[in-house]
Nanobody, 122 residues
Framework: QVQLVESGGGLVQAGGSLRLSCAAS????????MGWFRQAPGKEREFVAC????????TYTDSVKGRFTISKDNAKNTVFLQMNSLKPEDSAVYYC???????????????WGQGTQVTVSS
């Protein structure tokens, strides 16, 4: 099993920035991909970004390209999501996810965190 714990959410004004962190523990050697998803009230969960744990290649959903950056610290088993130029429509619960393969945006992912709330005020 892999355990994921997110942190870094909060309230920010439009145009501001937040940095989310996700610390992985447990059988982390089996993880090949880590990603971020988000779910706003009344909406389905959507893919945000993912990163290959070995090579570092990344994938982003179109709505965050140029504003969000996913990165990793292999030594600390941690993945980050730097969110800049935030918009009210970015408000959601953000979930960290991990997979033993390379599911990209479609999934499925094998492990999920509990989520962290991001609220962007206008």
């Amino acid at each position: 099993q892999v355990q994921l714990v997110e942190s870094g959410g909060g309230l920010v004004q439009a145009g501001g920035s937040l940095r989310l962190s996700c610390a992985a523990s447990g059988r982390t050697f089996s993880v090949y991909t880590m990603g971020w998803f988000r779910q706003a009230p009344g909406k389905e969960r959507e893919f945000v970004a993912c990163i290959n744990w070995i090579g570092g290649s990344t994938t982003y959903t179109d709505s965050v390209k140029g504003r969000f950056t996913i990165s990793k610290d292999n030594a600390k088993n941690t993945v980050f999501l730097q969110m800049n130029s935030l918009k009210p429509e970015d408000s959601a619960v953000y979930y960290c996810a991990a997979a033993n393969g390379w599911p990209g945006a479609r999934g499925p992912y094998d492990y999920w965190g509990q989520g962290t709330q991001v609220t962007v005020s206008s």
